[in-house]
């Protein structure tokens, strides 16, 4: 009867001796290493994040300059919200005159976020956020 394994490779394996056990030794580390590295490109690949969400907003307060004017738009703006879940470093990317800009400005300053995760843990990431103003009817 024939089994695997037996015959040649059993005659080999003692010919080599522990040169045999060291070479398969190394194919299976060889193959514990690439079998780690394809598990942590996966669990990389899957990494998440989530934006931050609004808990608390403010409506924007308008500018007596721009009431008076009846200016109405949008101005956009740029922040970054914190693990603390406020927005700090704002800054203007579209503009608008009549004081419109820095009410948004604070406007933005009174919000209030569940900050932004990666791979569930707090981080501080920029949004962009639009703040519209309409003219109050008379």
């Not at 394809?38 to 009431?67: D, M």
């Not at 009174?110 to 569930?120: E, V």
């Not at 981080?123 to 703040?131: C, F």
Request: with cysteine.
């Amino acid at each position: 009867m024939f089994s695997a394994g037996s015959g040649r490779e059993a005659k080999e394996e003692e010919n080599m001796g522990s040169h045999g056990t060291y070479h398969k030794f190394m194919r299976l580390a060889a193959l514990v290493l690439l079998a780690a590295a394809v598990a942590l490109q996966a669990q990389a690949a899957k990494s998440e994040t989530t934006p931050p969400q609004v808990i608390r907003n403010a409506q924007p307060e308008y500018a007596e300059e721009a009431r008076t004017a009846r200016v109405q738009g949008t101005v956009v703006l740029t922040a970054q919200i914190g693990t603390d879940g406020i927005a700090h470093d704002i800054r203007v990317l579209r503009h608008m005159d009549y004081g419109l800009d820095d009410k948004a400005v604070e406007c933005l300053g009174k919000w209030l976020f569940q900050p932004g995760t990666r791979d569930g843990v707090p981080a501080s990431m920029t949004v962009t956020v639009e703040i519209s103003f309409r003219v109050p009817a008379k």
